[in-house]
């Protein structure tokens, strides 16, 4: 069954803790993002990455880290420079990151700060 | 920067009644994609409009793209309880995709 898997679906972080969220695909997707979602707020581009090896920092990259080291996989890492991370993270991708493609979302995972 | 925003933030319905909910760029956009994230779900695509004026149907739901391609609405006719969720336009300029904050639809049946 191809999609998106997304885990944990929820994380807690302590102070000064970093934490890595998951993503992986087994769409065959070349494009794949990391958005945040924050309650009234519309999907904020953190990361995104068209091809293994390569990514680029979307509109909110400050506290945040990324690779792509695999096709399949883009890991999110929430580093303690982010001091606001209490958000629902959502992963997606894309077939080849072209303008005109639509996106296919994870489920998601709801980080919170203890 | 692109701007997307989008009304109301929430409507609360009727089971039966219709709903609508817009989207407007504070420059031309290329294309709009609508997303619909059910509670505690996430977003699905919906559908994309590309042309100017472009009317596109799904069943209830109806989607129209402004003439100066600058905005969009999603029109649901009769609405059920199944949809229940939040709607999203997704607007795309130059090379950024910017979501609207979306529209919280809830119905009462």
């Known amino acids: 069954d191809g999609g998106i898997t997304q885990s944990p679906k929820y994380l807690f972080r302590k102070e000064g803790q970093n934490v890595t969220l998951s993503c992986e695909q087994n769409l065959n997707h070349d494009a794949m993002y990391w958005y945040r979602q924050d309650p009234g707020q519309g999907l904020r581009l953190i990361y995104y990455s068209q091809i293994v090896n390569d990514f680029q920092k979307g509109d909110i990259a400050e506290g945040y880290s990324v690779s792509r080291e695999k096709k399949e996989s883009f890991p999110l890492t929430v580093t303690s420079a982010q001091k606001n991370p209490t958000a629902f993270y959502l992963c997606a991708s894309s077939t080849t990151g072209a303008l005109n493609e639509k996106l296919f979302f994870g489920s998601g995972t709801q980080l919170s700060v203890l | 920067g692109q701007q997307v925003m989008q009304i109301p933030q929430y409507q609360h319905v009727q089971e039966g009644e219709d709903f609508t909910t817009y989207c407007n760029s504070s420059?031309?956009?290329?294309?709009i994609q609508w997303y619909k994230q059910r509670p505690g779900g996430h977003p699905v695509f919906l559908i994309q409009?590309?042309?100017?004026?472009e009317v596109k149907k799904q069943k209830r739901l109806t989607f129209q793209f402004g003439e100066a391609k600058k905005n969009s609405s999603l029109h649901i006719t009769a609405t059920q309880t199944t949809d229940v969720g939040t709607y999203f336009c997704a607007g795309r300029g130059g090379n950024k995709l910017v979501f609207g904050a979306g529209t919280i639809l809830r119905v009462k049946s």
């Open positions: 409009l590309v042309k100017s004026g």
């Open positions: 420059t031309t956009l290329s294309n």
